[in-house]
């Protein structure tokens, strides 16, 4: 076993804080230096002498410190170490010559930085991070092993890589158009954007498209992109549920030929996708530990288990489980919420909704392509957008949160709390009480909003939503930026949150796994007259929900026998074509 000390240095304030940490440090106080000062103003803590006591962390007023004790991970496996007190990771993948091997972990655990190692973006300095890094050690270091051959490699400068980065709203930021996007990546721009159904919005600004258009462009020029390893870092994000299946394709066709390695946390889609996958575990911004590679069914198996048998760890306290027939439909004689038919007129767009209602407790998750009118309707309820007919009912009291995020104050999440205690529409002790450990929000309490990353401020936003006691919940896209298992908790909250207070809640999302644990019945918005009109119907009862979105949509769900997770079928295969024929596309048939 051994114990780790992690400083979160964008946490450390040492000018505004009166070093608690090294003041209350038992250690200290016997006269060791466990906790010093250290050449850039901020403290260095011991690992040998610290006795693993736990006071610094709790001193701390910025929750700046992690105290871990690893007895799974070895030393001589650190792959890279961001500095004495700083981040670790432990072990690579090694993906083979062709086919598509997955990376599924919690986020903050490392899984950017091991693509960044593969693509040859990042020496890895092997724990020693004194001094700078050079590909010959590494070299050195693999030889003997899979990954010999592929940093020498890159060493020789002979390694064509192909990155997709993670985060793509940033590539909006650069003056050109998509097709000269694509090009720039060194390949033919307009077969790639064929392949990924982009071609229509070839010649628009990428500042003009939106998160799922700039996804596939970012898509489009990795897979343009002639290279020997392709690494896609989340591919799915933005994406509607049509499009994330439409790029698992293409992807998988890349692959019969090309290795491809992809982060995913989708994890019904990395399912269909991918061969193989690596789990990681560990301490998000501490430590990562990458286990070997494993078929497919028993990653995910694994990874909802919790529980690695081989490396006998544990990193979840319960399973995550599924069940195989959907719930009992609710009535809706006891409605909370009832809205008539909305309409909304745009220049070239005409979306119409028919009337419906939600039953107290119930969860309704709104479904379907991007470009229907989900997120219209949702603010249309929410009064930010105002129908073209149809009136949004007056009286039913909202909760929003919407679908893009930007954090503008510099308060923290403390702080935000703070200046609502006097509020009467924020319940604060449901918030410190329920949402805040729910939600896993503890450690950043005191972190500025605008520091916070994209899933800690999804967490936070759908938190503070949560706190507002209404009738009627619309949550837009709560399960963006949120790492698998952050997803299932998010969708378990909302719906025992919900079903607490006998309200209702409105969520639009994609992902399939969420939908499922989270949601009671389903809206289904459809694409009409060419996507030139969108059409919302329901609620309808999740049987007839699912059937109605994935027929739309092509696919059919099977279960798995172990955990009763839904999978999707291979088209065309004897179980694909039964449920085609049956009309069940999502829940086994009724008996
Ligand atoms: S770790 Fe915390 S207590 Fe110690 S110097 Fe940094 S902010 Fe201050
Ligand atoms: S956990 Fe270690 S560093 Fe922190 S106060 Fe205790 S002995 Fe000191």
């Known amino acids: 076993m051994s114990r780790i000390a992690i400083l979160l240095n964008d946490r450390c304030h040492p000018k505004e804080?009166?070093?608690?940490?090294?003041?209350?440090?038992?250690?200290?106080?016997?006269?060791?230096?466990?906790?010093?000062?250290?050449?850039?103003?901020?403290?260095?803590?011991?690992?040998?002498?610290?006795?693993?006591?736990?006071?610094?962390?709790?001193?701390?007023?910025?929750?700046?410190?992690?105290?871990?004790?690893?007895?799974?991970?070895?030393?001589?496996?650190?792959?890279?170490?961001?500095?004495?007190?700083?981040?670790?990771?432990?072990?690579?993948?090694?993906?083979?010559?062709?086919?598509i091997t997955?990376?599924?972990?919690?986020?903050?655990?490392?899984?950017?930085?091991?693509l960044r190692i593969l693509a040859g973006v990042e020496i890895p300095n092997l724990g020693d991070y004194t001094k700078r890094p050079e590909w010959e050690a590494v070299v050195e270091h693999y030889r003997g092993t899979t990954l010999h051959a592929h940093f020498q490699k890159i060493a020789r400068g002979e390694l064509r890589t192909a990155v997709k980065p993670q985060y793509v709203d940033r590539i909006a930021e650069e003056p050109t158009t998509a097709e000269a996007y694509v090009a720039a990546g060194g390949g033919e721009a307009a077969p790639a954007l064929e392949s990924v159904g982009l071609s229509a919005r070839a010649e628009r600004p990428l500042s003009e498209l939106s998160g799922g258009e700039?996804?596939?462009?970012?898509?489009?020029?990795?897979?343009?992109?002639?290279?020997?390893?392709?690494l896609f870092d989340e591919p799915s994000g933005y994406l509607d549920i049509?499009?994330?299946?439409?790029?698992?394709?293409?992807?998988?066709?890349?692959?019969?030929?090309?290795?491809?390695?992809?982060?995913?946390?989708?994890?019904?889609?990395?399912?269909?996708?991918?061969?193989?996958?690596h789990l990681l575990y560990g301490e998000s911004s501490a430590f990562g530990v990458i286990t070997r590679a494993m078929p497919m069914r028993t990653a995910i198996n694994t990874?909802?288990?919790?529980?690695?048998?081989?490396?006998n760890v544990r990193f979840r306290t319960d399973p995550i489980r599924?069940?195989?027939?959907p719930p009992k439909p609710t009535t809706r004689l006891d409605a909370i919420v009832s809205f008539p038919a909305l309409e909304k007129e745009f220049p070239k767009f005409h979306l119409s909704v028919g009337a419906g209602s939600l039953a107290r407790g119930e969860t309704v998750g709104i479904v379907g392509p991007n470009a229907t009118g989900k997120?219209?309707?949702?603010?249309?309820?929410?009064?930010?957008?105002?129908?073209?007919?149809?009136?949004?009912?007056?009286?039913?009291?909202?909760?929003?949160?919407?679908?893009?995020?930007?954090?503008?104050?510099?308060?923290?999440?403390?702080?935000?709390?703070?200046?609502?205690?006097?509020?009467?529409?924020?319940?604060g002790a449901l918030f410190e009480r329920d949402l805040v450990p729910g939600l896993h929000l503890d450690e950043v309490l005191d972190v500025a909003l605008p520091d916070l990353s994209g899933g800690e401020l999804q967490r936070a936003a759908v938190a503070l939503a949560l706190a507002r006691p209404a009738q009627l919940?619309?949550?837009?896209?709560?399960?963006?930026?949120?790492?698998?298992?952050?997803?299932?908790?998010?969708?378990?909250?909302?719906?025992?949150?919900?079903?607490?207070?006998?309200?209702?809640?409105?969520?639009?999302?994609?992902?399939?796994?969420?939908?499922?644990?989270?949601?009671?019945?389903?809206?289904?918005?459809?694409?009409?007259?060419?996507g030139a009109a969108g059409l919302g119907e329901g609620p309808f009862p999740m049987r007839e929900g699912m059937n109605r979105l994935l027929r739309n949509i092509d696919i059919t769900f099977r279960r798995d026998a172990e955990t009763l997770r839904p999978r999707i079928n291979q088209e065309g295969s004897a179980l694909d074509r039964e449920q085609r024929s049956a009309g069940e596309y999502y829940y086994e048939p009724l008996s």
């Open 242 to 277: 049509v499009h994330r299946l439409q790029i698992a394709r293409t992807l998988r066709r890349l692959g019969e030929r090309k290795s491809v390695l992809v982060i995913e946390h989708d994890l019904a889609l990395l399912d269909y996708l991918a061969d193989q996958a």
């Open 102 to 114: 997955g990376l599924l972990g919690p986020n903050g655990t490392g899984k950017s930085t091991a």
């Open 473 to 530: 919940y619309l949550l837009d896209e709560p399960s963006a930026y949120l790492d698998a298992d952050e997803r299932m908790s998010m969708a378990r909250l909302i719906r025992r949150q919900v079903e607490r207070q006998a309200m209702s809640a409105l969520v639009v999302d994609h992902d399939v796994y969420f939908l499922d644990i989270a949601c009671d019945a389903l809206m289904v918005f459809s694409s009409q007259d060419a």
């Open 375 to 427: 997120t219209t309707f949702v603010r249309m309820l929410a009064g930010v957008e105002p129908p073209s007919r149809g009136v949004p009912p007056a009286a039913v009291t909202i909760s929003y949160k919407p679908q893009y995020l930007r954090a503008t104050h510099r308060a923290s999440l403390r702080e935000r709390m703070g200046a609502l205690a006097a509020d009467p529409t924020f319940d």
């Open 303 to 311: 990874y909802l288990q919790g529980y690695l048998r081989e490396e």
């Open 17 to 99: 804080c009166q070093w608690e940490c090294a003041e209350y440090c038992p250690v200290n106080r016997m006269g060791q230096a466990c906790i010093v000062e250290g050449p850039t103003g901020k403290p260095i803590i011991s690992e040998t002498l610290c006795i693993g006591c736990g006071i610094c962390i709790h001193k701390c007023p910025f929750d700046a410190i992690k105290i871990l004790n690893t007895p799974e991970a070895d030393e001589s496996e650190i792959v890279h170490r961001y500095g004495y007190n700083g981040f670790r990771l432990y072990r690579l993948p090694a993906p083979p010559s062709q086919g």
């Open 214 to 230: 700039l996804q596939l462009a970012a898509i489009a020029r990795t897979l343009a992109t002639e290279a020997d390893l392709y």
């Open 322 to 325: 599924f069940v195989a027939h």
